[in-house]
């Protein structure tokens, strides 16, 4: 079952001293894979809608880090 999160609306954004309005978030375990290691990960997406672009929802998701060197620099075989 997925952790559900969302934020509270208009909530002071503290790069820009805008606000920004975060929904529909959501941490799914092991649902992510790692970048170069089969290695199941967390993965976390959310929505954010900002007071400088009223109207338009950004889309952000992730996904955890292993550790493993590998997984860091996917450069070293």
Do not use: K
């Given at each position: ?29 092991n649902a992510g ?39 860091d620099n996917p450069?070293?075989?």
């Amino acid at each position: 079952m997925p952790i559900t999160f969302s934020g509270q609306e208009n909530a002071q954004e503290v790069i820009t001293g805008g606000t920004v309005t975060i929904s529909n978030g959501r941490i799914l375990e092991n649902a992510g894979r790692a970048a170069v290691s089969p290695t199941a990960v967390d993965s976390i997406y959310f929505e954010a809608e900002f007071d400088w672009d009223p109207g338009v929802i950004y889309t952000f998701g992730s996904h955890e880090r292993t550790g493993f060197e590998e997984d860091d620099n996917p450069h070293i075989n």
